[in-house]
């Protein structure tokens, strides 16, 4: 079995909590957590419907804090074949469980959910979600044989969500995960008091479990902080956190090199040709300059060449700077229907590996290549969107 050498690198700037990822030395992504940056996504809270609206088809819910939430009517609970809202099974002053999904952002409340995720190495348990969910990293056949194998060991109205890993896990020990999944949620509920709203259950170095999870980090992750960090052991199974001091000099180079073409603008290629990355609220768009490139043949060919060398470059900073939503390349234009179609298949081709689900669609009818990539928060696309407002 291949094994590789995980290393984090957490670091305090004026703005931000840097960590940066590196596996074998390779830099996977960075995460900057802004200092005021409030943890709740995963926090399980007792919440109270305050309002209804139809309008925005969803509640709002009070959480015993300032902000309130609000939660989709897709995210509450009820028959598949009804409208929570119109049958009336959404009552105000009704209490109900959640969790948050995303976070408050400046006025606007957190995003929640009453479909309760309580999360694993290898599976995610649902406690009322009545699915079984499958990883669209795994095979067809592969999922298929875990999910029928999951279904017999879930009961209504429990789901579960089975994660890349687990192809890789013997039966009996996906079992006993799930056993474990099922019982911390039964201990939490017995924490539950009705009458106070809030809190049940806050998450600890949420930060630190994603990256864990997101990159399949399995043995031992060489943890470098420049300040002391709380690491609970408990509830990160199979990894051992060696805490270290200041990172090496080599790492460090590769890092700051790293970093510094990651939140520039523009990305020159080895060609002449320059890559700009722009973002907006609602999407990324990538463009190709050639204007500083002289063609050495025909200009089709040139041109192939550029984009499959910008392909290779903008794969590797959309996984670096955390880019996800819609995303759309504005390459260089190709006549030849070959070329167009192998540089579909190249750029999905490096987008294989990567941490996060990423769905190359194809052109747009302005020629323009779109792609979806799941969005994640604390990457350097947020942080530059941040600093607008």
Known sequence: METHTYTIVVENTKEFEKWTVLIDDNVQTFYLKPKDATDHIGDILLGQVTNMVKGLQGVF???????????????????????????????KGQKMIVQVEKEAVRSKGPRLTQHIQIRGEHLIYLPYSHYIAVSHQLSIDQGEKLKSFLQDQCHAPEGVIIRTSAANIEKSDLICELETLKQRWIELTKTIDMDRLGAIHKKENQLL????????ISG?????????????????????????????LEQRRIIDRAYATAINRKLVLHSGAVCIFDYTEALTIIDINSAGVSPKRNWEETAYAINLEAATEIVNQIKLRQIGGMILIDFIRLTNEDHKKKLLQYVKSCFQNDFMTTKVLGYSNLGLMELTRKKKRYGIQDAVIEKKH
């Open 209 to 216: 479990q994603d990256i864990i999870s997101e990159h399949h």
């Open 61 to 91: 819910i009070e959480l015993g804090s300032p902000q309130k939430g609000f939660i989709h009517q897709k995210d509450l609970l009820y028959d598949v074949k009804m409208n929570p809202l119109q049958q009336g099974n959404i009552q």
């Open 220 to 248: 031992i992750i060489n943890l470098y902080t420049d300040h002391p960090q709380k690491i609970s052991e408990a509830i990160l199974p199979k990894v051992t956190i060696i805490s270290r001091g200041k990172v090496g």
